[in-house]
């Protein structure tokens, strides 16, 4: 099972070659969240997924959903990496200003490090639980994608929110 697991993890394009192919258009969330404040982008997770599982050959498959689950986990994954290298180079700067002028306070960088490590941690053992419930059954699958998936656009959301906090 832990097999599955991790292969339903692995980014769409890897898992796509040679399977089931699936239509995933990442217009479909950047049209979302273009059109949502930043309260209600949290609206945005899962419409890329529902749009492949509607648009693909078997995407109401077990299979089909895994790979659109991974193919938006893999949108939400790029969104939050450039996050996190935006948000850690403002606050490596943020952290030299206040050494500069002599700052007891704690660097934001080494921290921003350490959460988001114990972050894709907790993400990884809350999905394996997620997927735990299915009892080995089918469903287990497209259960982790959809976990991991849904835990990612929510760290994503959560970097690129406070992005646009440091930029106000």
């Known amino acids: 099972m832990r097999a599955l697991a991790l292969a339903l993890l692995l980014p769409a394009p890897v898992l796509a070659q040679g399977a089931l192919p699936v239509d995933y258009d990442a217009s479909v969330i950047e049209a979302c969240l273009g059109a949502k404040s930043t309260e209600a ?15 693909s050959d078997g995407g109401s498959t077990n299979a089909g ?6 193919a938006e986990r893999a949108d939400w994954d790029a969104r939050l990496n450039a996050a996190y290298l935006e948000l850690m180079a403002a606050e490596t700067a943020a952290d030299a200003e206040m050494a500069e002028i002599g700052s007891a306070a704690a660097p ?13 941690a907790f ?4 999905c394996e639980y997620e997927m735990t419930q299915w009892g080995g059954g089918s469903g287990a699958g497209p259960a982790g ?8 656009a929510l760290q994503a959301l959560e970097l690129m929110a406070r992005l646009e906090d440091k930029a106000r």
Do not use: K, Y
């Open 123 to 126: 993400r990884d053992a809350a």
């Open 108 to 120: 934001m960088a080494p921290a921003l490090q350490q959460m988001q490590r114990a972050w894709i």
């Open 145 to 152: 994608s959809a976990c991991t998936m849904r835990m990612t």
């Open 65 to 70: 959903m895994g790979f659109c689950f991974g």
């Open 41 to 55: 982008r949290n609206e945005c997770i899962g419409v890329g997924a529902a749009h492949c599982m509607l648009t």
